[in-house]
Every structure is written in structure tokens, then in C-alpha cells.
């Protein structure tokens, strides 16, 4: 899906322990940056694949790591910052920081704990999150229908 990758750059998004920007520079040849704005989960990513060849870990909040970032020819989130950053903060920056004809690709989970698709609107939606040992914690993310994220006009987003 995310075409030949030797020799290109590659930012993740939302990395946490950098399992898959490891596996796209070790395996794929990339020049992968992970952004990651948990301490713990940089840590783990640090602790685990610093000395791959070809990636590079920041801890940072993506909003923030784009306002710099020189051009990318590929930008990933899984279940990262895509789904848990307002997007009008984050789709104008990696507008910019993704190069003419580059590539976005996000993956999001598509239903909630209450069963609830993408929302039709630019709203975050609740989701559960059961951690043993602790009550129940609600977090909001923002799964949204390709639709909402283009009638925002707080919002930047072009489709490949
Ligand atoms: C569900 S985890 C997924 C991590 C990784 N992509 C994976 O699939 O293993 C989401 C991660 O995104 C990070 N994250 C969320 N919003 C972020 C932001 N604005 N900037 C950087 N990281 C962010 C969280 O700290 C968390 O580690």
C-alpha cells in the first residue's frame, strides 16, 4: 500500500514503541522518523530499535514536529496522531511537511466501545480504555467520515 519505500522518507506519526517505523526502516530501507510525544513509549522505542539503521525516534508533539519538519515523501499514523489530535491543528502541518504527490496514510479504528462508526461531524468521540488493575478511563478520539474532515474549514485535507 505504501509503494516502494528504499531510499525514502518516512515520518510516523503517534509511533509509540516504534514497532513500525522500525520494521520500515530494518526491512523496507526507508529513512524513517518515529514522532512519539509519550515519554514512556519513546523510552521503549529508544530502548528497543535505537540502533537500526535508517530510523530516527523524536519526542515530540506532532503539531509541533511538523512546523519544522523538512519534506516527507511518505507520512504514516496507526492508531496514532491522526486519531488523537484535533485535525485542525494537525492536517495544515502535514499538509506542509508532505512533499508534492506524496503519500498519507492513516488507520483509525473504525467503531467504538458504544458501537459508533466515524462521525458525520468534527467531533472527538469517547472510547473506554480498561487497564488492569484501574477504573475504566474514557479518552476522545477523532474518527471522522472523509466527508466531515472536507466541509471543516478549519481543515486541510486532500485524498490520493
Ligand atoms: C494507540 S498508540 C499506537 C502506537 C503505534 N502507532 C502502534 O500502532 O504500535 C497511539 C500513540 O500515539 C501517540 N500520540 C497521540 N497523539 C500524539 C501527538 N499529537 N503527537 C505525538 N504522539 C501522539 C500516543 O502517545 C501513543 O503512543
Keep these: 500500500m505504501l509503494g516502494p519505500l528504499a531510499g525514502r522518507r518516512v515520518l510516523e506519526l503517534g509511533c509509540g514503541t516504534?514497532?513500525?517505523?522500525?520494521h520500515l526502516a530494518h526491512h523496507h530501507h526507508a529513512h524513517v522518523t518515529g514522532v512519539e510525544s509519550s515519554p514512556?513509549?519513546?523510552?521503549?522505542?529508544?530502548?528497543s530499535y535505537s540502533?537500526?539503521?535508517?530510523?530516527?525516534?523524536?519526542?515530540?508533539?506532532?503539531?509541533?514536529?511538523?512546523?519544522?519538519?523538512d519534506p516527507y515523501d511518505v507520512i504514516i499514523s496507526i492508531h496514532g496522531a491522526l486519531c488523537y489530535?484535533?485535525?485542525?491543528?494537525?492536517?495544515?502541518?502535514?499538509?506542509?511537511?508532505?512533499?508534492p504527490g506524496g503519500l498519507l496514510?492513516?488507520?483509525?479504528?473504525?467503531?467504538?466501545?458504544?458501537?459508533?462508526?466515524?462521525?458525520?461531524t468534527v467531533?472527538?468521540?469517547?472510547?473506554?480504555?480498561?487497564?488492569?488493575?484501574?477504573?475504566?478511563?474514557?479518552?476522545y478520539r477523532w474518527v471522522l467520515t472523509p466527508m466531515a474532515m472536507k466541509v471543516d474549514p478549519r481543515a486541510t485535507c486532500r485524498s490520493v
Design 51 to 69: 540502533s537500526i539503521p535508517g530510523l530516527t525516534l523524536v519526542r515530540a508533539d506532532a503539531v509541533d514536529y511538523l512546523q519544522q519538519a
Design 123 to 139: 467531533e472527538p468521540s469517547p472510547q473506554r480504555l480498561q487497564i488492569t488493575g484501574q477504573a475504566p478511563a474514557t479518552v
Design 105 to 120: 496514510a492513516a488507520s483509525v479504528l473504525h467503531t467504538n466501545y458504544l458501537g459508533d462508526g466515524p462521525s458525520e
Design 85 to 99: 489530535t484535533p485535525p485542525h491543528l494537525l492536517l495544515p502541518g502535514i499538509f506542509i511537511a508532505l512533499r
Design 18 to 22: 516504534g514497532r513500525y517505523a522500525a
Design 40 to 47: 514512556a513509549q519513546y523510552q521503549r522505542a529508544v530502548c
